[in-house]
Every structure is written in C-alpha cells, then in structure tokens.
C-alpha cells in the first residue's frame, strides 16, 4: 500500500495546531528518538557531516550531537505543523535578532537585502515573523515530490505572507532580481547545498563542498546588499516563554556586510562572496551544531565522482 504523502502533511497541517503543545513536543521527540535509534531519515549522512563540523569530537559525543540534532529536526516540522495555531503575539515573542543594526539602515532606506541561509534552525519561523512584524519575505522553495506535498508547503508559506517562487521554473531569477530592486523587502535564500552545475565549490571546515551562488549573485546582479544570516533554537524563560506559548524561541544572527572586493574580476566576486558567507556559516554551525538539519550528502568527498565530474562538466 502506497503512503499518501500529500495527504499525510496536509491532515498534520491540519490537526497539529489542535493538539496541545506538550502532547505534540513529546510525540515529535519520540520520532526523532526512534529515526536515530534506527539509524532512518539519514542519521548516517548527518554524523559525516557534522564529523567536519566537530573533528575533535569522540564518537560518544559525535552520537550525542546527532541525536540532539534529530530532535532540532523534527522540531522544525513539528513548528511548521502547529504554525498556524500561533498568534502574531506568539511569533513575535519567539524570535531575537542579533547584530540586526547592520542591516536596519539598508532597510530604513527602502532598499531591499540578499540573505544567505543555511538548513539550520526553523527558517520558516524567521520568515512568518519578518512578514508579519518586520519586512516583507520573497524567497525561493524546492519543489518537492510528489507535488501534493510541496503545494502543502506552499500554501503553508504563503499564509505565513511569504512570496514564494518555485525553484526550477521558468525564469525565478529574474523575478528575485525585480523584487530585489523594487526595494523594501528581505530575499533570504537557503544555499547551504547546490549539487546542480549551476553551484559554486566552496572550502567548509576544510573540506570542498558545493552551494548555491544565488545569494551573492543576486546581490551583484541587483545592486542590494548581501549578509549571512545564522539561525539557531534557544530555550525561552519567563515571561517570553508565557508569550510565546513555546519552551522554543530563535536567535536570528546578521554578519557583517559581505562586500564585493572591487579589486577582484567581476566574473570571481561571486565565488568570493560565496566563500565569505560560506566562512560565517561555518563559524555558526561550529556553535551550534545540532541545529544544521543537514541530513543530505553536501561535501564533495562524499559524492559519486563520475556523476560529479559531469555536473561540473555541464557548469563549466
């Protein structure tokens, strides 16, 4: 019997937001438990990368951090799932900035930022509460299979008052471009993994691995500004945590501005920048590393090398 997917995340959508809170965080860690007890939903792939990440650490503590990384992970979907049962209020009380002053004069202008996210933490959260307190969200989304679930994610993310563009369609591009220079709106995009020939190899905790080079690209293209952006979970307490209805907030961290270097050929400032955003995440993963949901093969080394030759063929 063939598992309905898409009905499957559209009844979660659905009743998750009645359950009460406690029941679901304690039936989402049950899950994630039993996906690293037996080793499912890419647990092995997670310890290699996060083996780059801690290379000093024992395999004691290399297990620990996967399992604590599993349950940063199902607690993503588990947020999505209950989203929708959260007030403004709610959202609100949930997300910190950090170094949020960097990128406020930029907005204060009326210009509009290229953000670069990796898979860490709860992106969506991020995005439900810029749309609805901060600045309005245009970003890009995979697009999954089968169709069903990512027209779940979709609606899911429009609701949240996101505009989301299809990765893969005809002309996304340009249409981040145009929003980029219509102004007044953030482009967060998550690039943390590009296997395609349109990605760049850049150097993470030493190793070559392949991003996307949206994020620098359409800051050159667009004539906007590009920050990295780190989000990681972190416990709440008192009267944030009565406001938020959550024992879970997100600290959301802005690096410094990543320049183009002018002294470089037009054609290598995009993999500078890449490389310099790729540079902050690391330095972010490294300080918390359960929160990269990274559950996919990313570093090169870890990639069938007759099939990457010809992605890199077909780029060159």
């Known amino acids: 019997m063939r598992l309905d997917t898409g009905r499957l995340y559209?009844?979660?959508?659905?009743?998750?937001?009645?359950?009460?809170?406690?029941?679901?965080?304690?039936?989402?860690?049950?899950?994630?438990?039993?996906?690293?007890?037996?080793?499912?939903?890419?647990?092995?792939?997670?310890?290699?990368?996060?083996?780059r990440a801690l290379p000093d650490a024992s395999h004691r503590e290399l297990r620990r951090t996967s399992r604590a990384g599993m349950r940063s992970y199902m607690r993503y979907f588990r947020e999505a799932f209950a989203l929708a049962g959260s007030t403004p209020g709610q959202i609100a009380a949930r997300v910190r900035l950090t170094n949020v002053e960097v990128v406020q004069p930029f907005l204060d202008e009326g210009r509009s930022l290229s953000l670069a996210l990796g898979h860490m933490g709860n992106w969506d959260l991020a995005g439900a509460w810029s749309s609805a307190t901060w600045m309005?969200?245009?970003?890009?989304?995979?697009?999954?299979?089968?169709e069903e679930?990512?027209?779940?994610?979709?609606?899911?993310?429009?609701?949240l008052g996101m505009r989301i563009l299809a990765l893969g369609d005809d002309g996304v591009f340009r249409d981040l471009v145009r929003a980029a220079r219509a102004g007044g709106s953030v482009l967060p995009l998550l690039a943390d993994r590009d296997l395609t020939?349109?990605?760049i190899e850049v150097d993470l905790f030493g190793e070559r691995t392949r991003v996307a080079a949206?994020?620098?690209a359409?800051?050159?293209m667009a004539g906007v500004p590009l920050f990295a952006?780190?989000?990681?979970?972190?416990?709440?307490?008192?009267?944030?945590?009565?406001?938020?209805?959550?024992?879970?907030?997100?600290?959301?961290?802005f690096s410094e501005q990543i320049a183009p270097d002018e002294s470089l050929p037009r054609a290598d400032?995009?993999?500078d920048m890449t490389q310099r955003w790729v540079d902050f995440l690391g330095a972010s993963i490294r300080e918390r590393p359960e929160d990269w949901h990274m559950l996919q093969k990313v570093f090169v080394a870890d990639l069938d090398p007759v099939r990457y030759a010809a992605t890199t063929a077909e780029g060159a």
């Open 10 to 51: 559209a009844a979660a959508w659905r009743w998750a937001p009645k359950v009460p809170g406690p029941v679901l965080r304690a039936g989402f860690t049950v899950v994630s438990d039993v996906c690293w007890l037996l080793r499912r939903g890419g647990v092995d792939q997670l310890e290699r990368n996060l083996a």
């Open 136 to 146: 309005p969200v245009v970003t890009v989304a995979e697009r999954l299979r089968p």
């Open 149 to 159: 679930v990512f027209q779940e994610f979709l609606s899911f993310r429009t609701a």
């Open 197 to 199: 020939a349109h990605g």
């Open 214 to 216: 949206g994020p620098a």
């Open 218 to 220: 359409l800051a050159q």
């Open 229 to 253: 952006v780190a989000v990681h979970y972190e416990r709440l307490r008192g009267s944030r945590r009565r406001a938020a209805g959550s024992p879970w907030g997100l600290s959301v961290t």
């Open 269 to 271: 400032r995009v993999a």
